[in-house]
């Protein structure tokens, strides 16, 4: 069965720190990895999807097919960055997520 | 533009009642999700509707669970009756395009607890 891996429920770094926020999946097919971030009384909001291969808020994040990751990585993290993030899986051809058990981020000053 | 709403925000009820959680998803949109995250676990998908029809009911639980989306436009989402184990967020999601290309859009959540 697909299933998504967030294996960090809580991850707690200092401001300007590197933040790596670890993504595992497993799905045999070709897969569309996305982030998804809830801020403070604010709604699940997309941050970045694989095949867009592209930079929000600083924040990157690589498929790794062979180790089947998706890790999301910021090189210098802000006090804002504080928040819940998703990591999700979709199979191809569906419409559904799979997410993980998320992972607070809590940056501190 | 207003994004997803969803109705109510909060609700407690007792075990055995009913109760019916709204969604409105963005104008337009066809594709309406809804998901549901039970404290501690993973959010997981419930359904999906392509306007008005089932698209995909697959993580519906049981048939406690009643969803529709009458006229493709707001979806209901009705518990019946309502166990202690249904507590927890429900988000309502919408989207518009083919898959692989679209974004779904979430709502703010409706908290059920269930005493």
């Known amino acids: 069965a697909q299933r998504v891996t967030q294996p960090e429920k809580l991850l707690s770094v200092f401001k300007g720190a590197p933040v790596e926020l670890k993504c595992n999946y497993s799905y045999s097919g070709s897969p569309e990895l996305f982030w998804y971030v809830q801020y403070s009384r604010q709604r699940l909001q997309l941050l970045l999807r694989h095949i867009s291969r592209e930079s929000i808020k600083g924040f990157t994040a690589d498929l790794n097919k062979g180790e089947t990751s998706f890790h999301l990585k910021k090189p210098f993290a802000q006090e804002e960055d504080s928040a819940m993030y998703y990591c999700a899986l979709r199979t191809s051809g569906t419409y559904k997520y799979i997410f993980g058990t998320g992972t607070r981020l809590k940056v501190l000053a | 533009e207003a994004g997803v709403t969803q109705f109510p925000s909060h609700s407690v009820i007792e075990k055995g009642q009913t109760v019916t959680l709204r969604c409105d998803p963005i104008?337009?949109?066809?594709?309406l999700y809804w998901y549901r995250r039970v404290m501690g676990k993973e959010i997981k998908f419930l359904l999906h509707?392509?306007?008005?029809?089932?698209?995909?009911e697959s993580g519906m639980p049981n048939n406690r669970f009643l969803a529709e989306r009458t006229g493709g436009t707001y979806s209901t989402l009705k518990v019946q009756p309502a166990e202690l184990e249904d507590s927890g967020v429900y988000f309502c999601?919408?989207?518009?395009?083919?898959?692989?290309?679209?974004?779904?859009?979430f709502g703010p959540g409706t908290r059920l607890l269930v005493l």
């Open positions: 999601a919408s989207s518009q395009g083919r898959v692989g290309q679209e974004t779904q859009y």
């Open positions: 104008s337009g949109h066809d594709n």
């Open positions: 509707f392509v306007k008005e029809s089932k698209q995909d």
